[in-house]
């Protein structure tokens, strides 16, 4: 067997697992854990597609700040022992949830290999576009315009998290 | 160096990690655990980009990925600072603990 179908058979069961982990678990730290693990994995398969600059950005981003921020808030509220952090389960919101998710699995997976893609190689082109030089000569040419906006959109939502998340002082005091 | 694995394998991939969140998203009371699904959802689209874009050879397809994490990190900070809030007004994070707007 060839390494990339080995890398893509670990990566794949370890993003599955770890997504399965992180809806499964009771206590969200342990959640946000195997989430970690998840961003990881999917780093690794954007690997396999020689990707580096995304894979790159998948560690630094969602890994490192995404998570960090999710872990800071589960620790800012102090939800109290695991005890009580035991869901009341409802089974039919949970029985009918998953059947219905695996319906949509299957109806996704027929629709995708009765019309297969064919693709079955990498583009000759895809080790030269993923490199942080390409990305970054069409995000300052030809996507120059989605980049501003999406610094508009950050400073937006600064504003915005700063605002909700302040504590509101006494009127007049 | 290319593969041999086949563009269909890393969308069924992709459909089955996007499945996977909404069950979370539909299952679960925690609001976090919740965003985090919600997360789940957006890494198995960005995949499926990425796979789109490596077969094809266009570089549009990372080019979306990249600005996706930056909504996504835009929608981390206000989608905490709202649940932030709400735990500071309602002392809860359960979703279903919260129906001041349910009709």
């Known amino acids: 067997m060839e390494v990339q179908v080995i890398l893509f058979a670990i990566f794949a069961v370890g993003a599955i697992g770890s997504a399965i982990v992180t809806v499964t678990r009771k206590n969200p730290v342990a959640s946000a854990m195997a989430l970690v693990g998840h961003f990881f994995m999917l780093s690794g398969l954007y690997l396999t597609l020689e990707a580096q600059f995304v894979a790159a950005v998948q560690v630094l981003v969602y890994a490192g700040a995404i998570m960090v921020l999710v872990v800071f808030v589960i620790m800012l509220l102090n939800l109290g022992t695991e005890q009580q952090l035991a869901e009341r389960s409802s089974y039919l919101r949970g029985t009918l949830g998953t059947l219905f998710a695996a319906l949509f699995v299957i109806l996704l997976a027929l629709a995708i290999t009765s019309n297969p893609s064919g693709a079955n190689q990498l583009s000759s082109k895809a080790v030269e576009i993923g490199t942080t030089e390409s990305i970054g000569q069409s995000l300052f040419t030809q996507y120059l315009f989605p980049f501003e906006a999406v610094s508009l959109l950050l400073l937006a939502a600064l504003i915005g998290a700063v605002i909700l998340a302040k504590r509101h002082v006494q009127e007049g005091a | ?103």
């Open chain 2, 1 to 103: 160096m290319p593969t041999s694995i086949p563009l269909d394998y890393y969308l069924i991939l992709s459909a089955v990690l996007f499945v996977t969140g909404v069950v979370g998203v539909i299952t679960r009371r925690n609001a976090i655990v919740i965003f985090m699904s919600i997360e789940l959802m957006l890494n198995a689209v960005n995949l499926s980009m990425v796979a789109f874009s490596a077969y094809s050879g266009d570089i549009a397809g990372q080019m979306f990925v990249f600005f996706i994490m930056a909504v996504a990190a835009a929608e981390a900070a206000v989608g905490l600072a709202i649940v932030l809030s709400l735990f500071r007004n309602k002392q809860t994070v359960y979703v279903d603990e919260v129906n001041l707007m349910k009709w």
